[in-house]
Nanobody
Framework: VQLQASGGGLVQAGGSLRLSCAASGRIFSINGMGWYRQAPGKQRELVATISSGGTTDYAGLVKGRFTISRDNAKNTVYLQMNSLKPEDTAVYYC??????????????WGQGTLVTVSS
C-alpha cells in the first residue's frame, strides 16, 4: 500500500488549505485513517482521525478549525484546514490502518506535505 499526500503550501494566517491523501496498491480494507503533523524540533503529534464508519476525533488545538473526511470509494482521506495559525506550520503526514484478506493489519505513512502559515 502506498500513500500519496498533496495539498500543502504557503498560506497567510487566517487562510485555508485542503490536504488529500490517496492510498493505492493492493488494498483490501482500510480501517482508520488519520493525519499527524511534526513541527521543527517537535515530536510528531496527532491532528485528526476518522474511523471506517466516519467517527472523527480531533486534537484540542485544531478542533473547530480542521475537518477530516474520507472517500472510501477513492481510498482517500482529506483534511480541510481553516483559520490557520502560524503554529499550525508543520509537515503533515497521513496514516492508514490496512487490513489484508488474511486479517493481517499493517499501518502505513504517507511521505508528508509541508504546510507553512505566515503571520
Amino acid at each position: 500500500v502506498q500513500l500519496q499526500a498533496s495539498g500543502g503550501g504557503l498560506v497567510q494566517a487566517g487562510g485555508s488549505l485542503r490536504l488529500s491523501c490517496a492510498a493505492s496498491g493492493r488494498i483490501f480494507s482500510i480501517n482508520g485513517m488519520g493525519w499527524y503533523r511534526q513541527a521543527p524540533g517537535k515530536q510528531r503529534e496527532l491532528v485528526a482521525t476518522i474511523s471506517s464508519g466516519g467517527t472523527t476525533d480531533y486534537a484540542g488545538l485544531v478542533k473547530g478549525r480542521f475537518t477530516i473526511s474520507r472517500d472510501n470509494a477513492k481510498n482517500t482521506v482529506y483534511l480541510q484546514m481553516n483559520s490557520l495559525k502560524p503554529e499550525d506550520t508543520a509537515v503533515y503526514y497521513c496514516n492508514v490502518d490496512h487490513v489484508a484478506w488474511t486479517g493481517r493489519r499493517d499501518n502505513y505513512w504517507g511521505q508528508g506535505t509541508l504546510v507553512t502559515v505566515s503571520s
